[in-house]
DNA sequence: CATGAATGAGCCTTCATTCAT
DNA sequence: TATGAATGAAGGCTCATTCAT
């Protein structure tokens, strides 16, 4: 699985090449703003970290608050994007190995524990500053309808039809097995990541109470 | 189900009896904190919201965190205590209808529900704040600790004697039924809080995954 | 000829009463604007001077615009209210004494003398950020065209009819006259204030230049 | 009558040729310390309006207040080095058509008015920050010093043995003309440029104006 | 108990200026 | 010559907190 190095992907998602200081000041600032929050970072703190003067952050954004932006909304298409990779997705329709839910399920979970694992600080971000921030949201909620809930509502539709999953509404399905895995990430990264997890098992326990808990009763 | 009047509440809380001008000060601050985050909220705008002097906030509460404090606090407590109150779980092991997990699940969460339902500008605020106030997780932990834990322990080791749960660790018993619980939730009053739902049904099917879910497969 | 304390005027003009601290931004405010420029002037060393701390005055005015609106706004309508006080102009009409030009343009312009000596740097201000505000300019012009234009008018026509001025549009006597006074304020006060003006004399001299200025020829 | 481009001017001025981006440079700065002042002015809009980097302002000029001056300096010279043109004043004594104050006064008057209007920006921050710098102020009061005033004396000396001036101090006449010339000029051009102006009329009434009041009464 | 004027540290941002390229 | 990234001092303004009334 291949690293994801959230710096170069932003440096390349921005139109211009990336000055070192630039690069320096964005992992200050997301570093910061996972520890302590937008609102209570300064920004001469994240210059003081980012080796910088206060005044080169704003020759490269205009205000402390584009800075979190164009954080946050590289990350989010990220976050979207793959989340029910193509691949898959298609491939569920043809692969006779993929087209089984529970190998469907344990690809993805994998993908996004090695997705999250990397972006932790910039997930936090992004987790607390939706509630405050309504562009986030928005483009969140754009990636999320456009990306994910499309695809997400096919493979359901299928595994119904494949008697894979029982009598559910398609939209609770996907808030049932959302909130276990997310519940899962949260717990393995920002609640308790340094308890001493035994991450193969528990992503097997967790596929277990899915697949178990959505077939009919 | 009683009414959950926090107000009420902080203020028998507090060992003092509350001025009228208190109670407008911790119902604005409650009501801005939720909205836009304790460090984007200035004391000036509570003051304003509240009808109250800049100052008298000051004379109520030392420092505008203690404010916070004050205000999470007792919260916390409430919301770890009943948690699996008393009542249920040592009802569990005598009384017949209780003893079934399914029966048990569902007062837990209905209670949950009402109570979240009060409350939810209160519980968004610890939700966000939580991570950046060491005391408040401190409180957390402690109250989920003492009171939550080893109850709720009991009664998963009691299922599992019974076979309604099967063979996973309690630990990961207790992740998974938490993070669907706290799933819907957060779904249901933070994220889509406008959406149509039908919660009775709603409840059932979470409660019904949660069962399918934990039985062995 | 009574004395003209702006400072106690603007106290007069703003409806709350003043705390003396107030006074004293609005003192040192005045004097720095009318040294340096309202937009070379800090916010700091206005505190400075005051002897007060950089943030009260914002507790005042809300921003160090509001703080030049403020000071120069009463003053334009003083400035141009009595600019031809009505006693005069509708005593032209009646008292034999007043209805010389000569005598009525002594007059104003001993009043004016004595209004603008005791206002030099206001109206410097005035003169200076007129050109870059509009607010300023706009409520001059308002001023000067219900207070100033009406009667100005009156009274030209009035003399032409007399006889004391000559065949000239009305609008270009207002700005002959105008044009003179006004240039012997600025050079009497702005331009060489150190000179050694003998003031009765030179007003004299003004006076025969715009009578006989206008007289047919 | 000649077109004054005062670009041109500025750059013959300058010792070294000067490229086409110093003199875009000063292009902007004219416009823009006209329209906001110099103090409001920053470098970074000049520069952005010249359509050049913000470092090549400081290539040619060490500081923004070096671009100012080196603005403004060419033009005091040309403000007053013609005010009494050489060839007028000496012609007044030989020359029996100029010997007339009224021609004289006519010829002067355009000539300014020719100027004036070609140079509206630039007389525009002259007036304005000559009440800033001190070296602006010294710059105009040498050139009005060493090149008007002893012609002007010298003329109205004449006029006055000619009994086209009566009696008042020569000190007095200047007061009078120039108050009443600029007078014209600055209503016209600054305050009411968009006036419908008839100038040929307006400039003969103010001559007649001039011409009566300095006559004895 | 309540007020609100006053404080001064600190915040985000702008700006003139420098310098390596 | 021209660039534009970088600087750091300074600017206007906000804010939690204090205190005399």
């Not at 990541?193 to 528990?202: A, G, I, V």
Request: proline share 4%.
């Amino acid at each position: 699985m291949e690293r994801h190095d959230m710096i170069k992907e932003l440096m390349e998602a921005a139109d211009q090449k990336m000055t070192p200081k630039q690069a320096n000041i964005i992992r200050a600032a997301i570093e910061i703003f996972a520890e302590k929050g937008y609102a209570a970072t300064s920004t001469s703190e994240i210059a003081n970290r980012a080796g910088v003067a206060e005044g080169t952050i704003f020759r490269h954004y205009k205000t402390k608050k584009e800075l979190l932006i164009s954080i946050v909304t590289p990350m989010i298409t990220r976050f979207a994007a793959p989340f029910f990779a193509e691949k898959f997705v298609n491939n569920v329709f043809v692969d006779e190995n993929l087209a089984d839910m529970d190998t469907l399920l344990r690809e993805l979970i994998k993908e996004r524990y090695e997705f999250v694992k990397q972006n932790v600080p910039l997930l936090k971000i992004i987790l607390q500053e939706m509630a405050f921030h309504p562009e986030i949201q928005r483009g969140y909620r754009e990636a999320f309808v456009t990306n994910v809930l499309p695809r997400f509502k096919k493979a359901v539709e299928l595994f119904k039809e494949k008697g894979q999953i029982g009598d559910f509404p398609t939209e609770t399905v996907m808030r049932l097995t959302i909130s276990t895995v997310a519940g899962f990430m949260i717990a393995r990264f920002i609640i308790m990541p340094d308890f001493d997890w035994d991450d193969e098992q528990e992503i097997e326990y967790t596929l277990r109470f899915i697949r178990n808990g959505l077939i009919d009763g």
